[in-house]
């Protein structure tokens, strides 16, 4: 090998802290010359000792029998284990560079040991992919859909009973038998939603070792995802209207009622974007689509009587509008938050529902819904629907209105009887 590294205690001089740094000799064996340079702080960690811990530290650091053989480690604690551990780290860093045939001078390895980024090194392990993806998600603030790739790797892992899981075992019939099984105990939708974040982990997996390519079991052919019935659930007007005339004493119940009309009369908003609002504001973008949307959609939101009634009795502090965010929250409280108000409400829409006799199902989406299928009902062209949910494509609204191709397909039915 063209290149040799130790690691050596600069004496020379020291630092603030009164001990001295520790540095790289690195030798080129082709050129007969050595570079020494630095290494740069870990985390806040200072890569120095003092010159009395220096051998016990690291130049005696290693056990040997009476053969010269090594066995072991010596034992220290504290500071010094931290500093011999960094350094095995970066001794490890140090020969991954060297044995590259790429690096031709002495200069491109310190370049290289200054910019070290670890290899993307596959793993073939399902769990270890989603726990990467996971932990990529919560880097962005994107709590919500980490917990969803963390509810599919559970149900996976339960599924499995906790045995090891490789890529290769992802077969045609092990997705077979996981849909079959699942299916059992809940809906098409939510196996749906696994299997899609399956897929995803295993295309992430693909990256890193493209012979997965070879066994890949989606597609054509293949193992076909089940799409769950996505029957639109919007209420009549004479049900809204029934949610609107309805008042109580109780406090969780009125909220649901005012959260479900507020979410009604704003065109569909969720209930995260309605818990953004802050005071004064009249345009908004959906969270949905904020970071993945290449064409960013400003909504108005246009305040009536109803809307500004139910703002007076959940008036939040400071600038924001509802009493659900706190201004200084960050992402990751407001997602915590958001998700709590979401489960309290739909507790609340169950009784709601059994109050004013409407459906079992009825939910904080269904107010979306009845938006979409109401205006549509009133003749308001698609286009229009469309651009007022912040959709991307009329596709997505197709999906929301596909309960009126039944009323449609029966009216039509009529029509033709002779």
């Not at 016990?56 to 011999?84: A, C, H, P, Q």
């Not at 560079?97 to 670890?118: G, M, P, T």
């Not at 006799?357 to 469309?386: C, E, M």
């Not at 912040?390 to 191709?405: A, D, V």
Request: proline share 1%; net charge positive; glycine share 4%.
């Amino acid at each position: 090998m063209r290149y040799r590294f130790s690691f050596y205690l600069d004496t020379r001089r020291k630092l603030e802290s009164g001990k001295c740094p520790i540095k790289v000799n690195l030798y080129d064996n082709a050129s007969k010359t050595q570079n020494i340079f630095g290494i740069p702080d870990v985390d806040g960690i200072e890569i120095s000792c003092s010159k009395k811990d220096w051998d016990n530290l690291w130049v005696n650091k290693d056990k040997k029998n009476s053969f010269g053989e090594i066995i072991g480690e010596t034992t220290v604690y504290g500071d010094k284990m931290v500093i011999r551990t960094i350094l095995k780290a970066k001794a490890d860093i140090l020969n991954d560079i060297i044995s590259r045939e790429r690096i031709s001078v002495s200069l491109d390895v310190k370049k290289a040991f200054n910019n070290y980024v670890k290899p993307n090194v596959f793993k073939d392990d399902v769990y270890a992919e989603f726990d990467s993806k996971i932990k990529h998600l919560e880097a962005k603030d994107s709590y919500k859909t980490a917990s969803v790739y963390l509810t599919t790797r559970n149900n996976v892992r339960k599924y499995n009973k906790s045995y090891a899981f490789r890529f290769s075992d992802i077969t045609i019939e092990w997705l077979e038998n996981y849909e079959r099984t699942r299916r059992k105990v809940t809906r098409v939708s939510s196996v749906s939603l696994d299997i899609r974040n399956i897929r995803t982990v295993f295309n992430s997996a693909i990256s890193k070792n493209k012979s997965l390519n070879e066994i890949y079991p989606f597609g054509i052919g293949k193992y076909q995802i089940p799409r769950g019935d996505s029957k639109n659930v919007g209420l009549v007007k004479e049900d809204l209207k029934k949610i609107q005339d309805f008042n109580s004493d109780n406090h969780y119940l009125q909220m649901a009622r005012d959260y479900f009309l507020f979410s009604y009369y704003a065109n569909g908003m969720n209930l995260k974007d309605i818990a953004k609002l802050k005071k004064g504001q009249t345009h908004w973008v959906r969270s949905k689509t904020e970071f993945t949307s290449k064409n960013e959609k400003c909504l108005d939101i246009d305040f009536n009587d109803e809307m500004l009634s139910i703002v007076s009795r959940h008036q939040g502090r400071g600038k924001m509008l509802f009493n659900v965010l706190e201004e200084s929250d960050n992402l990751k409280t407001v997602t915590k938050k958001v998700n709590n108000k979401i489960s309290s409400i739909a507790k609340q829409m169950k009784h709601l529902a059994k109050e004013l006799d409407l459906p079992d199902q009825l939910s904080f989406q269904w107010a979306r819904h009845s938006y979409a299928t109401n205006v549509y009902r009133s003749g308001v062209n698609l286009k229009a629907i469309s651009e007022t949910l912040g959709h991307s494509s009329l596709k997505t609204t197709e999906n929301y209105l596909n309960s009126l191709t039944d009323e449609n397909k029966k009216a039509i039915d009529e029509a033709k009887k002779l």
